[in-house]
Structures are given as structure tokens and as C-alpha cells.
């Protein structure tokens, strides 16, 4: 499998999952701008650094709703819940030759990438250490050049999870996809390991790690470092095509907690990494390896304010 398919197998999950082990006993939400101020462009047929420039200005929400929340024989969560993701993306582009582009990117990068879900969740112990998470959506990945059948995408998995002990948690399983054409099932993974108190840490695969220390009761600072992106449907030659937006980004985050229910966080830090891939919906061209690396963008300032709510 080429790294381009693995890493979207893995947004899809993280699109799918988004803290899914962890069971919510009422509504709960988050509301996120983020955003990427202009930064090079580095041609990846040679990775020189061209003045061609663009940024990253994106709007995500979610929403879950438990609908039913039991505790079973094991005093652990069986939950089923309803979730609601939505993101809007706009970039700039500037300063762009056509020669330093790569082929399926001849009439430019995009300007605008939406990508929206519904789904259900399912949550429930199989045994004192082992429970299963079962979710399954469907939303529209679009570039907002033509909005049709084929932006519609069809997820699901079903993870096998271990908790070898209150701080740490493997998962493996199916994640069931559409978007190579026909329904296909591709590796998912789900890793959770983490200490509690004052001084504490958080590794979550695929979404990121955070190291914090808790200052009081309202105050949590963090240092964080995580995976995000955006994927949509686009065509290249007429073709249908699965275009990935990724960025790496590291920095500091002040957690401020209000009451009982709301919480706000902001980031600042930097992008580790920003880059683009695309890949052709044909089963054929999984295992196919490309012959340049991906169009990516230099290293610069990241910012975010995130505001999340539990009731």
C-alpha cells in the first residue's frame, strides 16, 4: 500500500473517530478556526523553494448526541450516540507557474475544500479488557467545483479494543471505504496511551500527542503535536480522483476551563509539515508508488482558537 492511500485510510479514521473510545454522557461539541498564513511553495520535482505562496483558513464543527447510555455487567459504558462533523476551508494561491506544478495539479491548486458527516457510534465491552467500537457515516468531500455523486463517500469501521490498564488502549480493525470506486476495506488503527496528574501526557494515534502540566483547577498549559487534514473528491483529466490535504503542527496550548460545561483553547505554534496528495480511485493504483514526492509548503506560523462544550 503507497503512502498516499495508507495516510488517507487513517484521516478517514480520524474523521470517524475523533475521541469515539471515550463515551459522552450528554451533548457534547467543539467549535475550531484555524488558520495558516501565506508560505512557499516547494516544487517537489527538484524541492526548490519557488515564490509561489498560499495559506490555510479553515472552520470545523462538531456535534454527538448520546442516544442511549447503559452501564453493563463489566461497570463499563454501552453507548450508542449520533455525530456530526462539518469543515470549511479557503486558500489563497498566488504567484503560481504552471511549469512548477505537477501534472495532476496543472490547473492549480484549490481554493476551497468542504467536507461534511453524519454518523452513528456504538460503543460496548465484550469482555472485562476488550470492547468494540462500530461507527459508519456518510458525508460530502468536495472541492467545491462540482458537487455530484461522486463527493459522496461512504465510511465505517469496526475496532477491537484493548485496555491493558486505565492509561493505555490498542485498537485494530476494518475501516470500509468507497473511495476507490468500490467498497473496499482498508487498515485501521487506534492507540491511546496516557498518565493523569498534575504533570501529564497524551499519546493518540492517529491524531497527535500533548504533554501538559495543570496549573489549577481552570488552567491546563500544553504542549501539542498533531496530524490534521482535509480530503476531497476533484477530477484530474476527467478522471475521479481522492485529492488529501495534510498538516503536521506543533505548539503551545493554554486549556481555560468555564464552569462546569465550556472550555476554550487556544494554539499557537508552528506547521511541521503541509503538504498535498492525490491519488486515483482505482483499486490498481494502492500498491502503485509515485514517481515525485508531494507538493508541500514551507515551514510557518500555525494559529487556532478552539471553543468545546459538554452538557
Known sequence: M????FYLS????????????????GISG??????????KYVRPMDSTRTNAESNFKRAQIVFEVPISLETDKYNNPRLWSVFVNGSYARMENRNYNIQDLPTEFQTGFPTEL????????????????????????????TDMVEINKDDVLIQGGVLFIKQFNPNLALGIGPVLTNSFGVPMVLPGIYFNWEFRGALHFKVAFPEGVEFG??????????????????TA???????SSLLGYQQILAGLRPQLKFGEHWTLEPTAGTTLLRSFSTTNRKIKDIFKEKDIADPRFTTTFYGAIALKWKF
Open 233 to 239: 473528491e476533484t477530477k484530474i483529466g476527467n478522471k
Open 30 to 39: 467543539e467549535f475550531k478556526v484555524d488558520y495558516v498564513p501565506f508560505s
Open 10 to 25: 487513517q484521516l478517514f479514521l480520524l474523521l470517524l473517530v475523533s475521541a469515539a473510545a471515550q463515551s459522552q454522557s
Open 2 to 5: 503507497n503512502k498516499t492511500v
Open 114 to 141: 468542504l467536507n461534511t458527516q453524519v454518523g452513528i457510534k456504538h460503543l460496548r465491552s465484550i469482555s472485562p479488557s476488550w470492547s468494540l467500537l462500530i461507527l459508519a457515516s456518510v458525508g460530502v468531500y
Open 213 to 230: 502540566y495543570k496549573m489549577s483547577d481552570n488552567l491546563d498549559l500544553k504542549l501539542v503535536g498533531e496530524l490534521s487534514g482535509m
